[in-house]
Structure formats: structure tokens, C-alpha cells
């Protein structure tokens, strides 16, 4: 299986539906790596550009590195206007920048698709001397209504972990800094969402079905249930919180 085509029916839903990220993390990466206008940033596994566009007015310039040609395609309709962005049909492993020529990395939900030790050595690569990485993640916060909402997300409602089973080895997100110093920062946050969001954002997973699913009424009926019960005046509040693991990877 190509992994890099997984998103491709899910591009639209995904620059629509998926979650942000907190504010305050947001804030926390430009204020630990002190970006400027002089800065560089490679956004890999850049998706439809849910964290590039939060940069777009902080730095000199962005590089957008998706290898989906849909995720792609979306990058350029949400940001292709902005002079400091440059959409780069990449990947970890080859991102075709030059040696040194980036300041700050960013990840957001996209290292688990990396093979990593190709990934590290291209991180290293274009990395400058003290420059950074920053690992960007969403979590829910471990309640009843989350362990409800999980339930959703199995084989009964036309969940397929194939495509996860086809994702590289993982290692654990220190592999990436070697020997070099990190932090791990969490940030709370909160929004409400109405069942449209909530079933776009749902399906937005890897490995969630697509309307065209034989079994996607039966997950649609359940969620409007799931709904239905922690939801007030039509919408649900949803609390998790933004992780950053940011620092200075040893060469």
C-alpha cells in the first residue's frame, strides 16, 4: 500500500473539518524559537496547511513539504496567496531542500508516517547549526464522553486499520533529537462543535470510512446518538489539549 495516498478522498474533509491547535502552543513555538522575519521554517507532512497558516505572517518563509497530491492541492487553494509560503511536493525522507537552509522544523500528526531513520538523517540535513524541531499533537482528554466517542472508531462502524498496520516502524519521538535537549509542553483547549463538525472531523481518520462505505449510515445513525447525548442547543464542547515536543536535535 502507498501510504501516501491515504488522505487523498479525505483532503477536502480534512482542511474543513480537522481540529486546530491551541493558541498558546502556537505562541509557545515562536516564543522558544524565537522566530522573526529573518526565520525559516519546513512544515513537513504539511497536510492542508492547518498549522503552516499560523506562521505564514511570522516568517520569511515557509516550506509546505506534503508528498499527497490532494492534501497538496488544498495547501494551494487555502494558502497559495501568501508570499511567504512555498508548497513543496516532498516528503520526510527527501524534502528537496538544501543543506542547512531552515531554522525551525515543525511536525503536526504526521511523524507516525515517517520511516525514521531517513526521515532524522533528511531532518539533520536541512536543519542549520542550533536550529529546531518542534513535534505538534492533538489529544482528547481521557473522559466518559471520549471513551463513547472512541467506541465509534472500530471494525462494527466500518473502521479499516490496514492502512495503519502499513505505516513504518515507529520510534519514539526522542529518536528524532538524539542526543540533543527537549521539552514536552501540553495546552489545554476547548470549542464547541456541531454534529456536522463532529462527524467531518470523525471521519477524518486514516482509517474511518468515507460516505461511499457499505457501513457508513450505520456509523452516521450512531454518532447522531453519541451526539444527541453530550450535546446542548446543537453542540457538543470538546475539550483535549495541544502537545509540543520541541528542541534542539544533536547532530
Same mark, same amino acid.
Given at each position: 500500500?502507498?501510504?501516501? *495516498? ?8 480534512? @482542511? ?29 507532512? @504539511? %497536510? ?5 497558516? &499560523?506562521? *505564514? ?9 506534503? !508528498? ?11 494558502? %497559495? ?10 516528503? +520526510?525522507?527527501?524534502?528537496?531542500? @538544501? ?9 503536526? &500528526? ?5 520511516? !525514521?531513520?531517513? +526521515? ?10 542550533? %536550529? ?68 467531518? +472531523?470523525?471521519?477524518? @481518520?486514516?482509517?474511518? !470510512?468515507?460516505?461511499? &462505505? !457499505? ?5 452516521? *445513525?450512531? +454518532? ?28
Amino acid at each position: 500500500m502507498d501510504t501516501t *495516498t491515504v488522505y487523498s478522498i479525505k483532503a477536502e474533509k480534512y @482542511a474543513k473539518y480537522r481540529w486546530d491547535y491551541a493558541l498558546n502552543a502556537i505562541d509557545a513555538i515562536a516564543d522558544i524559537t524565537k522566530l522573526s522575519s529573518t526565520s525559516t521554517i519546513a512544515d513537513i507532512g @504539511a %497536510g492542508t496547511g492547518i498549522l503552516t497558516r &499560523h506562521f *505564514t505572517n511570522m516568517v520569511q518563509r515557509i516550506y509546505a513539504i506534503e !508528498p499527497n497530491v490532494e492534501m497538496r492541492e488544498m495547501l494551494v487553494k487555502e494558502l %497559495g496567496t501568501c508570499s511567504t509560503v512555498s508548497v513543496v511536493d516532498g516528503c +520526510a525522507e527527501n524534502t528537496k531542500l @538544501a543543506n542547512s537552509s531552515v531554522d525551525v522544523i515543525t511536525v503536526a &500528526h504526521a511523524i507516525h508516517w515517517f520511516d !525514521p531513520e531517513p +526521515a532524522r538523517r533528511e531532518m539533520m540535513r536541512i536543519l542549520t547549526d542550533g %536550529g529546531w524541531l518542534v513535534l505538534v499533537r492533538n489529544f482528547n482528554l481521557e473522559n466518559e464522553q471520549e471513551r463513547v466517542i472512541g467506541s465509534l472508531m472500530t471494525e462494527e462502524y466500518g473502521a479499516d486499520f490496514t492502512v495503519v498496520k502499513e505505516q513504518p516502524q515507529n520510534k519514539p519521538s526522542c529518536f528524532y533529537f538524539g542526543n540533543g535537549t527537549f521539552q514536552n509542553l501540553t495546552f489545554p483547549f476547548q470549542f464547541n462543535q456541531s454534529y456536522e463538525e463532529f462527524i467531518g +472531523a470523525l471521519t477524518t @481518520a486514516s482509517f474511518m !470510512p468515507d460516505e461511499d &462505505h !457499505p457501513l457508513f449510515k450505520k456509523l452516521e *445513525t450512531k +454518532a447522531r446518538e453519541v451526539f444527541s447525548q453530550y450535546s446542548k442547543n446543537g453542540y457538543m464542547l470538546v475539550e483535549g489539549k495541544t502537545e509540543l515536543i520541541i528542541g534542539q536535535p544533536s547532530r
